[in-house]
């Protein structure tokens, strides 16, 4: 969630995700507070989150620079050393390019989630991802922006992705993707967990 949204401003998001059953929030400012809402488990790149986030502010969304050696990837290197002390460990990366998907990839190997950002999965294939990954014991978590997105990124490769985070730009958006899901597991497809991210207040 923003850190530029009011804690009061993120409660009405978060208790409005409680009661459509969302299981999941990123945030990497008020995960206490989070808490005190409901039973999230909390996504952040704070020593006692529920599930520790490498990426951010790191190679996976671009503030640091990605070397074609990804054996040297600092985000690598991170997701590493949180899963040998016993962490739950989740990887952020926007997929901007090959080196980018081919970090997914790699740290998909390694971590317990991936979450997969992109401005265009049509340019993108997030096929691809989910081929190299499908064997692996990982999650793999889309980026969506709406509920459209978010059955195309379900139903990819008829498998599809383990669930789909999205920043919430109203309450209605929460609800449509929430029903979605709802209505895709009773087609016979596994339930899938949701993700809210990046919270600010529209007005």
Not at 137 to 150: E, P, T
Request: hydrophobic letters at 40%; glycine letters at 6%; proline letters at 2%.
């Amino acid at each position: 969630m923003s850190p530029k949204a009011s804690w009061d401003d993120k409660k009405e998001f978060i208790t409005t995700a409680l009661e459509s059953g969302i299981d999941y929030v990123l945030d990497t400012v008020d995960s206490e507070n989070i808490r005190k809402v409901g039973n999230f488990k909390v996504i952040s790149n704070e020593e006692d989150a529920d599930i520790y986030l490498v990426g951010i502010d790191g190679e996976g969304d671009g503030t640091l620079e990605l070397k074609d050696n990804l054996n040297e990837s600092a985000d690598l290197a991170k997701a590493n050393e949180a899963k040998n002390s016993g962490k739950t460990v989740c990887a952020y990366i926007v997929i901007t390019d090959k080196l980018h998907e081919q970090l997914a990839v790699t740290l998909g190997r390694v971590v317990d989630y991936v979450i997969l950002v992109a401005t265009d999965w049509t340019i993108i294939p997030l096929e691809n991802i989910i081929a190299d990954l499908q064997k692996e014991n990982v999650n793999i978590i889309a980026a969506v922006k709406n509920a459209d997105d978010a059955k195309v990124a379900m139903e990819t490769l008829e498998v599809g992705t383990d669930g789909v985070i999205f920043e919430p730009n109203d309450f209605a958006q929460i609800k449509d993707i929430s029903n979605l899901i709802d209505e895709l597991s009773t087609e016979s497809y596994a339930l899938k967990d949701l993700t809210i991210t990046n919270v600010e207040p529209v007005g």
